[in-house]
């Protein structure tokens, strides 16, 4: 009998890192899952963008990051954390962000997403190289605002207690700021409820001891958080995608007082996703200087798969990731679905480049920069059409 030969055909499988695949958010399409974390700059005039951020944004969005997230934007001219930062409440503000955005965008290989922000009691500081502390109205200052009156640190003036109106007003100008975002064609958001500002001090017993409706229960001190999102979601296209980053714990379990911590958080994440929440950027601490966190490599990632786990809502890792494998490791275990860099990105603003070139995925550089790769690596540039004359 002839022989008989079965040919077996082996499935066809995805050998691209997790690193480096594609996530959809809405209708936005991330090329990859590193997300460029939104860092202060202290560079701003008045809230307005300057030169500084053309060229910090424009080294950011070549480094072929699925998402670039500008640094934390204040909604209001009292939302700033320092005099320098960058602001949207105004036409100048807008006008010089579109600048930027102008001179950045056309040469950008990434998605461009905003992070929204207002400092609450933290407002009026020095920038962190005049060592960030609380600047009096004497000094040029001003006096912020909080849930309760009470300063972020004890030698520090109190805050102003907010008033039915402020909290309305606070509403109002996160949704103005989102307009302004949607006419600056940017591509996301990230509402910034972290790390002891506004939004985190009414999360939180440390800084909100209210006793009104905002006040007490954890389902009160979510009131302004869950109203301010809704008021952006509700000014931002349906088809584009918002997300929150939130401080998961205050980290002062050590001290046994009443503070925000993990269960209370994935209660808000339940909300903030069945309200059309995309993402949560877990983070953690900001609330008290009495905070214990133990740094280690990608020492937050646990946040970031207790989100996901308990919600199913995508969750962005951050904190001390600083090596491919790790990134890697991350997404490819499901602990989150993306990472954000932000310390790392600023030593190196082509860490994707690089890690494309360890994990072997894919990017799409810059033309210009096609001669760029070490010979080692040169199918990392191979789609880059380069002839020499």
Same mark, same amino acid.
């Given at each position: 009998m002839p022989l008989t030969i079965h040919r077996i055909t082996a499935p066809c499988i995805d050998m691209t890192p997790a690193l480096f695949q594609p996530l959809q958010l809405r209708q936005l399409l991330l090329a990859n899952r590193v997300v460029v974390s939104p860092m202060c700059q202290y560079s701003a005039d008045r809230g307005s963008a300057t030169d500084w951020h053309v060229m910090h944004l424009g080294s950011m969005t070549q480094s072929a990051a699925g998402l670039v997230l500008i640094e934390a934007t204040a909604v209001a001219e009292e939302a700033r954390i320092t005099s320098a930062c960058l602001?949207?409440?105004?036409?100048?503000?807008?006008?010089?962000?579109?600048?930027? /955005?102008?001179?950045?965008?056309? *040469? %950008?290989?990434?998605? /461009?997403?905003?992070?929204?922000? *207002? %400092?609450?009691?933290?407002?009026?500081?020095a920038a962190p190289w005049h060592r960030g502390m609380l600047i009096a109205p004497e000094h040029g200052g001003w006096v912020g605002m909080a849930p309760s009156a009470l300063p972020h640190r004890p030698e520090e003036a109190a805050p102003r207690v907010m008033t039915q109106a402020d909290i309305d007003a606070v509403v109002a100008q996160f949704a103005a700021a989102t307009v302004r975002a949607e006419r600056l064609g940017l591509d996301a958001i990230e509402l910034h409820c972290a790390h002891g500002y506004l939004l985190h001090e009414f999360l939180s017993p440390v800084s909100n001891h209210r006793t009104d409706a905002y006040g007490g229960s954890p389902e009160n001190r979510m009131r302004l958080p869950l109203a301010v999102f809704d008021a952006v979601r509700r000014a931002w296209p349906a088809h584009k995608p918002l997300g929150v980053r939130v401080s998961c714990s205050d980290c002062l379990e050590h001290t046994g007082r009443d503070s925000w911590t993990l269960p209370q958080t994935l209660r808000l994440a339940a909300e903030l996703k069945a309200r059309g929440c995309d993402w949560i950027d877990a983070s953690s601490g900001g609330i008290s200087g009495e905070q214990k966190i133990t740094l280690g490599p990608a020492y937050q990632a646990h946040f970031a798969q207790a989100v996901r786990e308990a919600t199913g809502l995508p969750s962005v890792a951050v904190g001390l990731i600083t090596e491919p494998r790790m990134a890697e490791e991350i997404v490819a275990s499901g602990r989150a679905d993306l990472v954000a860099i932000g310390r790392g990105m600023l030593w190196n603003p082509r860490w994707v480049w690089h890690a494309a070139a360890e994990l072997g995925g894919e990017i799409a550089p810059p033309p210009q920069y096609g001669r760029a790769a070490p010979r080692e690596h040169a199918k990392l540039f191979a789609k880059v059409p380069f002839g020499m004359r």
């Amino acid at each position: 009998m002839p022989l008989t030969i079965h040919r077996i055909t082996a499935p066809c499988i995805d050998m691209t890192p997790a690193l480096f695949q594609p996530l959809q958010l809405r209708q936005l399409l991330l090329a990859n899952r590193v997300v460029v974390s939104p860092m202060c700059q202290y560079s701003a005039d008045r809230g307005s963008a300057t030169d500084w951020h053309v060229m910090h944004l424009g080294s950011m969005t070549q480094s072929a990051a699925g998402l670039v997230l500008i640094e934390a934007t204040a909604v209001a001219e009292e939302a700033r954390i320092t005099s320098a930062c960058l602001g949207l409440w105004n036409d100048a503000n807008e006008a010089a962000l579109k600048r930027v /955005l102008n001179a950045v965008r056309p *040469h %950008a290989n990434t998605a /461009l997403g905003i992070q929204l922000a *207002h %400092a609450g009691r933290k407002a009026s500081s020095a920038a962190p190289w005049h060592r960030g502390m609380l600047i009096a109205p004497e000094h040029g200052g001003w006096v912020g605002m909080a849930p309760s009156a009470l300063p972020h640190r004890p030698e520090e003036a109190a805050p102003r207690v907010m008033t039915q109106a402020d909290i309305d007003a606070v509403v109002a100008q996160f949704a103005a700021a989102t307009v302004r975002a949607e006419r600056l064609g940017l591509d996301a958001i990230e509402l910034h409820c972290a790390h002891g500002y506004l939004l985190h001090e009414f999360l939180s017993p440390v800084s909100n001891h209210r006793t009104d409706a905002y006040g007490g229960s954890p389902e009160n001190r979510m009131r302004l958080p869950l109203a301010v999102f809704d008021a952006v979601r509700r000014a931002w296209p349906a088809h584009k995608p918002l997300g929150v980053r939130v401080s998961c714990s205050d980290c002062l379990e050590h001290t046994g007082r009443d503070s925000w911590t993990l269960p209370q958080t994935l209660r808000l994440a339940a909300e903030l996703k069945a309200r059309g929440c995309d993402w949560i950027d877990a983070s953690s601490g900001g609330i008290s200087g009495e905070q214990k966190i133990t740094l280690g490599p990608a020492y937050q990632a646990h946040f970031a798969q207790a989100v996901r786990e308990a919600t199913g809502l995508p969750s962005v890792a951050v904190g001390l990731i600083t090596e491919p494998r790790m990134a890697e490791e991350i997404v490819a275990s499901g602990r989150a679905d993306l990472v954000a860099i932000g310390r790392g990105m600023l030593w190196n603003p082509r860490w994707v480049w690089h890690a494309a070139a360890e994990l072997g995925g894919e990017i799409a550089p810059p033309p210009q920069y096609g001669r760029a790769a070490p010979r080692e690596h040169a199918k990392l540039f191979a789609k880059v059409p380069f002839g020499m004359r």
